[in-house]
């Protein structure tokens, strides 16, 4: 009976496992915006751990310079941080992304530096969203990756997100990623929420990110 429990258990395990995977691959994804900046235009690819599919961001700004990070940094590394764009040229550079409007979104912004300009010199740029400053993002070590969130409501039928260089390096960007959520989840009396942590509680293995 017991070997019975367990296999039963394994397999329920197993089969949830499974259709955890093919959720996120055939009908989660459907509303989630991945745009992995730099990418060449108009190239896609689904990110080899999550079965995510991202998209170029050429599409969705037309300024900045595509780089690409150092290869020592790319083992174990989820493919959109490989890819960056990065902003040479002006004080403010802006993506337009169309979203729904009035949908609750986890709104993402991944920072890997990983030396792809080859001068080992770490940046520190402002985010914004729209005219609204969202953060300063300091980049602390070449192989760290800097992640920002927010939980946001946005009241048009396109988002901007803009990389302002004020003065202490080029700022860059590796991916934006967009997550529709149901509106009953982190209900706020007004404002935005900023992630702090995020813990999977129960989980052996590191942080997650989907
Ligand atoms: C990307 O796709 C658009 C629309 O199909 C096309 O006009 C453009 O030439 C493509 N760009 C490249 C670099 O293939
Ligand atoms: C950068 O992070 C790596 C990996 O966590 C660590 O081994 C290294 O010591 C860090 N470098 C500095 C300068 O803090
Ligand atoms: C959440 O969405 C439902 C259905 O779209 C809507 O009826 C409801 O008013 C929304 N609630 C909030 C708090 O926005």
């Excluded at 988002?159 to 260089?165: A, D, R």
Aim: charged share 15%; net charge neutral; with cysteine.
């Amino acid at each position: 009976m017991f070997m019975m429990g367990s296999f039963k258990n394994f397999i329920l395990a197993f089969l949830g496992g499974f259709v955890l995977v093919h959720l996120v691959n055939a009908q989660d994804q459907a509303d989630f915006i991945s745009i992995s900046c730099g990418s060449p235009e108009n190239s896609s690819y689904s990110e080899a751990t999550t079965g995510i599919n991202y998209i170029s961001d050429a599409a969705f700004i037309d300024t900045g310079i595509s780089q690409r990070i150092s290869t020592v940094y790319m083992a174990g590394l989820q493919q959109q941080a490989w890819d960056l764009r990065s902003f040479p040229h002006g004080i403010r550079n802006c993506y337009n992304i169309n979203i729904m409007p009035g949908t609750k979104y986890l709104i993402r912004g991944t920072f890997f530096y990983g030396n792809y300009d080859g001068l080992s010199k770490l940046p520190q740029f402002d985010l914004h969203l729209g005219v609204n400053k969202w953060d300063t993002v300091k980049i602390e070590n070449v192989s760290v990756g800097v992640i920002k969130e927010l939980i946001h409501v946005p009241s048009q039928n396109y988002l901007q997100v803009c990389l302002v260089n004020t003065g202490l390096g080029m700022p860059f960007i590796s991916a934006i990623e967009l997550r529709p959520l149901n509106n009953k989840t982190y209900v706020t009396i007004s404002g935005s929420l900023a992630l702090f942590s995020r813990y999977d509680l129960g989980s052996l293995s590191r942080t997650v990110y989907r």
